[in-house]
């Protein structure tokens, strides 16, 4: 039903743009996508069909058939691009064999490549996909490109060159790790910025959160994707995790475990929402752990979804800040104005399906549910889901944004909560960051290719 009336209320009111703006009741577009239209469509399209709503289904993939047009002079986020539209597209594309989404995919992939045309083979965070010319975030330390952005291009760059037979994403993807794996890392941290032309970091700050979380995410899953035979993901994974639980992993005077963000060998005690989505990747990655830590991992899981729980549980909303902190006798909650915020993230609940798919304890479900409560009765209004200015807050102040990663992941990791585990089982699947499912590539897929080539 809450999809229903997201999907619904864009239709009526935005059907196209990018975004819908529930209040205002027309469209949004955000500058990430540059002038490339219909995010909400192609982001959604693997949750309809998850979900059986048959005809909404058919309504969008006539949209993509259509009007989804790529040959467009706009200046892109390649991250954005990424995960939303490639990773929405591959997944349509998995889920219901239609040619047209595989078609797309490859296309747009193409498009990305110029970003890579860097000295280091480092990609550009912007692109113009009209001239191929790309540049960085003018705010990141130096000229860097963000570990986060160029880190989460793998799964959906493997995937492409499986679709298309052409090995040149494959390649592009795995030349990343060649550069980061020549650096040296500090303390065996990843900092956050690097720049592109020289290969060398740029500030060392270093955040399982934004700007470096699904990074982390997409180690593991590289390991997970390739049926466990990509070793190198495997080992950066866990040895990645391993100088976190060093040097970012705190416990609070309350008894609250937290991932800290470091600063130059600084902590700053403070965590944010899309950090969240770490306790569902330590669980994920708990079965493969080195030295019987398996269950170790399964453990920290739980502690960071019940942390993350917290976060939620001490608002006036029931739902979390964009960050919180740790300091000054403060535990779990924002202090800063501008942290105090909720724009419909998925991140916490995410987790929360992880852990109830992993342990089946039934306090996750019983989580989801509070999420679920507050949303209906604080985001939901007539035309859509709006994120919250303030979640600490008596009075609704609404964003007036209903963001497309709430189509595609926020109510797809609520839905499968609530499902049962041969939906989507993990055993065939990985879900990219934006929650698009991708197959679970067997070695012997790979080489029926191989013979039918």
Known sequence: QMMKHAWD?????????????????????????GNIQGATIVDALDTLYIMGMKEEFKEAKEWVEQNLDFNVNAEISVFEVNIRFVGGLLSAYYLSGEEIFRKKAVELGEKLLPAFNTPTGIPWALLNIKSGIGRNWPWASGGSSILAEFGTLHLEFVHLSHLSGNPVFAEKVMNIRKVLNRLDKPEGLYPNYLNPSSGQWGQHHVSIGGLGDSFYEYLLKAWLMSG???????????????AIETHLIRKSSGGLTYIAEWKGGLLEHKMGHLTCFAGGMFALGADGAPNDKTGHHIELGAEIARTCHESYDRTSMKLGPEAFRFDGGVEAIATRQNEKYYILRPEVIETYMYMWRLTHDPKYRQWGWEAVEALEKYCRVDGGYSGIRDVYSNRQSHDDVQQSFFLSETLKYLYLLFSEDDLLPFEHWVFNTEAHPLPILEKDDENKEETQK
Not at 14 to 30: D, F, T, V
Not at 228 to 242: L, N, S, W
């Open 9 to 33: 209320n864009y239709k009526r009111y935005a059907w196209g743009l990018n975004e819908l703006k529930p209040i205002s009741k027309q469209g949004h577009s955000s500058n990430l996508f």
């Open 228 to 242: 466990k035979t990509d070793e190198e993901g495997r080992k950066m994974y866990y040895d990645a995790v391993q």
